[in-house]
C-alpha cells in the first residue's frame, strides 16, 4: 500500500504562492496518475489538479488553471503543486492521491489511501 505524506501548507495573504508537496513510499502501477484534492469546511473534497504516471498528461480544474502547477520528480517518489495568485477560496486541506483513475465523464476516482492533508490558509 503506498503510504502519502504531504507537507508544505500554511497562512499566506491572497496574492501569494506556495508549494505543496506529497512524498510516496510504494510502487504504483504505471495506469494510475497522482495528484491533489481539497476539501474546504463544510464543503465535499474536490480535485484540483493531476499527472499521469509519466507526467505526459496534466489536468487542472478550472477554479485553479493559469495559477497552480502539477509536477513530478524524476524519481516519480515526489508530487508537487506549485500555488500562485492564491485566493481567499482556496483555503482548505489539500490532500494527495498516488492511484487516480479518471472516468469517461472526466470525473476522477481514488483507489487507493489519502495522505493525512495539509492546510492551506488564504487570508484577503
Known amino acids: 500500500q503506498v503510504q502519502l505524506v504531504e507537507s508544505g501548507g500554511g497562512l499566506v495573504q491572497a496574492g501569494g504562492s506556495l508549494r505543496l508537496s506529497c512524498a510516496a513510499s510504494?510502487?504504483?502501477?504505471?495506469?494510475?496518475?497522482m495528484g491533489w484534492f481539497r476539501q474546504a469546511p463544510g464543503k465535499e473534497r474536490e480535485f484540483v489538479a493531476a499527472?499521469?504516471?509519466?507526467?505526459?498528461?496534466?489536468y487542472y480544474a478550472d477554479s485553479v488553471k493559469g495559477r497552480f502547477t502539477i509536477s513530478r520528480d524524476n524519481a516519480k517518489t515526489t508530487l508537487y503543486l506549485q500555488m500562485n495568485n492564491l485566493k481567499p477560496e482556496d483555503t482548505a486541506v489539500y490532500y494527495c492521491?498516488?492511484?487516480?483513475?479518471?472516468?469517461?465523464?472526466?470525473?476522477?476516482?481514488?483507489?487507493?489511501?489519502w495522505g493525512q492533508g495539509t492546510q492551506v490558509s488564504v487570508s484577503s
Open positions: 492521491a498516488a492511484e487516480l483513475l479518471r472516468g469517461r465523464d472526466g470525473s476522477w476516482s481514488n483507489f487507493g489511501s
Open positions: 499527472s499521469s504516471w509519466s507526467g505526459g498528461n496534466i
Open positions: 510504494g510502487r504504483t502501477a504505471s495506469s494510475y496518475a
